[in-house]
């Protein structure tokens, strides 16, 4: 997100500054909101290229997500810190000095999001071109093995700092980890001792069937883009299977499911609050929405309802599983603008209403075993993060499905992961 | 540094918590005790590897120095933040980004000290060999004009952040840079505006007849290691040569003499606190003395003075500019301990005894055009930091040589550089 929030519309919403684009307080005051509402950690995506037609829409990721985590380790104590690193342009020495450094600075709360790059408009921005999908994801593969190592190189129980005698560190416990891949390579050790969590937690938001596999052989935490419960399952079940397959626990491997709440009294104001974040994109949507449902749509009847001879004419594409929420929602009366508010082209399911809805949401899916907690994509400009912390977080807590207090330090403890100190055993001879 | 300090010794120092290695909060103390001595900039260096004999001595650069600046940044409020960024195994996007992240969040006071790498130690830690210095240079000059034009990239007025008429920015205003080199490339536009002082301020602190050529071209800021005055003041004549030549004003360019700092009520003090603060290290400290002076010494006579005979065979090195100053050292009978306490094969000139001392070398070296400012490396352990700010700074106000407040905002204004956005337009075509 920018400063102005997680909506392209947001800086330009009442009340909203529009020069506090890159402002780093508001940054950290959205993450004292979340961590105030208990949450296990927050999440910032990266994107190192301007993709945005800056003409009207504001730039989402200005600034280096790890420069921004330091800033809120430092005025937060519970949360969780994950970022995105991709691997297909980067040292893996790099990536494991610069997650180890935000892990030690937050006390034991790093997370790294291991992804390739894709984007062409990102890999234009770099000295070689994008390489061949396989090659991306052999480094990848490659990258964390390392980077792991790495963290590990420098021993649990090394440092010594013993002033009496002198002695600063156990050189045999602080070893290279001398590992070369096809594309990339480190020596080490690195210079970085343990942190409390001993390193950082590996998430992993990709998916495809690639994705699926650095999930199922080294994360702790993976993102899910799921419209349906069936779909949710299906995407755990597999994820669970492919921790298996890889000699691991599937209780290691936590799923989330991609949440959009918009909170507000009712649903019309939840709405309303939409229409005005994503104004200007309707247009898009509309044709987006008519390629979903096989009908022509009219960009100019924005604030009708769709036409009996439409709604019978609707033909649900199979290729989206978002099309049969869309017909629904526009046989239940709302106009194209509203249908389009609900947010049934996004790319998680949208809770447009009041703080119990997206209640209710969530554990209905927690309880038919369809994620083991959220990722949630809050509409945050102004109170959106006060709305979840102070509206959702209560209902949840009340409910016994949230816990009251941090009962952990760590990232790692938050999630219930295992300790894990260097490469996984598993994964190596 | 380390949170122990800048020596190695530090962290067997009395009162020094010695699981302090990695405490932010004690690098974020030490800088702030700087600002409260009005000091310019605050400089890290890097060494991406680990190179001490982590059994007796403690690991310098533990954490990334961006990340470290990134928290002082926010809790600091007008000291420049200076990092070493080298150039041989990272993108130019990259390094354009986080530092201009870093210029964002600490407001405009961000600098960036270009080198390259050179040691086989730190690149062992990276996918490919070393270059050949020809082509490490060859790269440093792609990446810093590359690195230039990035920060560039988004026009001074591109932002217009109209939230009336909707328009975030002028589209014409923020252009790729389209720049390809032999060794690296970047397509461009960073998403960040400009900060406060437009970009990062350029540090130059090589050496050699290659690094006088960058510092020539781009920097605003170059650290000497230079013994004597006479030294200085040729180095310093050289620099503006080499700025000259290559179309700029002189003053444009500052150079910054090092210096090494022991503050202490006496010499006797002073010396004590450094022989404290490197113990371990004579050994091979007496092996380089003798080198130095062309005689045999006895490490074992660490207490007594060099005897008659030795004094009279000395024979200074004329390949080591600090060798005459070795003997002068000697001749003054000083223990031999406490002629190597005394600095003399230390990189910079030391300076120990009281703050008048300290103030005593920089006015004079100042005075006589040997330096515009100074590289100071304070032996920061406990109050090593503070004695400067306390005791030197007041004696140089006092003097009328040195400013009792900040007078401006950004890095830049701070050194008198001039405005720059993007690439010199010296530098092209």
């Known amino acids: 997100m920018s400063a102005y929030g997680t909506q392209q519309g947001a800086w330009r919403m009442p009340g909203v500054d ?3 684009w890159t402002d780093i307080d508001q940054l950290v005051r959205f993450a004292q909101v979340a961590e105030r509402g208990l949450l296990h950690f927050l999440f910032l995506p ?4 301007l993709r945005e037609d800056i003409e009207r829409e504001s730039v989402m990721m200005a600034l280096d997500p790890l420069l921004t985590l330091t800033a809120i380790a430092r005025e937060t104590k519970r949360i969780g810190l994950v970022a995105t690193g991709a691997t297909t342009f980067a040292e893996p020495f790099t990536i494991a000095r610069q997650f180890k450094a935000l892990d030690i600075i937050s006390h034991g709360r790093a997370g790294w999001n291991a992804v390739p790059m894709s984007d062409p408009t990102v890999a234009a921005n770099f000295s070689h071109p994008l390489p061949p999908r396989q090659e991306k994801y052999e480094r990848l593969h490659e990258t964390v093995q390392i980077v792991q190592a790495l963290w590990g190189s420098w021993g649990r129980d090394a440092w010594v700092h013993d002033q009496a005698s002198g002695r600063f560190a156990d050189a045999a416990k602080v070893q290279p980890v001398n590992l070369r891949g096809r594309h990339v390579a480190s020596r080490g050790p690195l210079p970085i ?14 998916g495809g069937s690639a994705g699926l596999e650095v999930a199922g052989r080294y994360a702790n935490g993976v993102a899910g883009a799921v419209w349906t419960i069936d779909d ?3 995407q755990r079940v597999a994820l669970r299977e492919a921790a298996a397959r890889n000699g691991r626990d599937p209780d290691e491997v936590k799923f989330f499911a991609g949440v959009m709440p918009t909170i507000a009294p009712t649903r019309r104001a939840a709405l309303d609050r939409r229409i005005a974040l994503t104004e200007g994109k309707f247009e898009e949507r509309v044709a987006y929405l008519q390629q979903m449902l096989g009908i022509r749509l009219d960009i100019g009847h924005l604030e009708q309802p769709l036409s009996p001879q439409q709604l019978a004419a609707a033909r649900p594409s199979p290729h989206d599983p978002r099309s049969k929420n869309a017909l629904k929602i526009a046989r239940e009366g709302w106009s194209l603008r ?3 508010a609900h947010g049934v082209i996004d790319y998680h399911p949208v809770i447009a209403g009041p703080g119990v809805a997206v209640a209710d949401h969530m554990q209905e899916w ?7 907690g959220f990722w949630i994509m809050i509409d945050v400009y102004q109170d959106g993060m006060d709305a979840f912390a102070d509206e959702v977080v209560p209902i949840l807590q009340r409910r016994g499905l949230f ?9 790692r403890d938050h999630l219930g992961a295992p300790a894990q100190y260097g490469l996984d055993p598993r994964l190596v001879g």
Not at 366 to 372: K, L, N, T
């Open 338 to 340: 509203d249908v389009i």
């Open 46 to 49: 990266d994107f190192p290229a």
């Open 18 to 20: 529009p020069t506090a």
């Open 193 to 206: 001792p343990p942190s409390e969590q001993g390193q950082p937690v590996i998430f992993q938001a990709g």
């Open 366 to 372: 927690f309880e038919a075993g369809a994620a083991d």
């Open 403 to 411: 816990h009251t207090e941090y009962e952990s330090a760590t990232l």
């Open 232 to 234: 949710a399952r299906a």
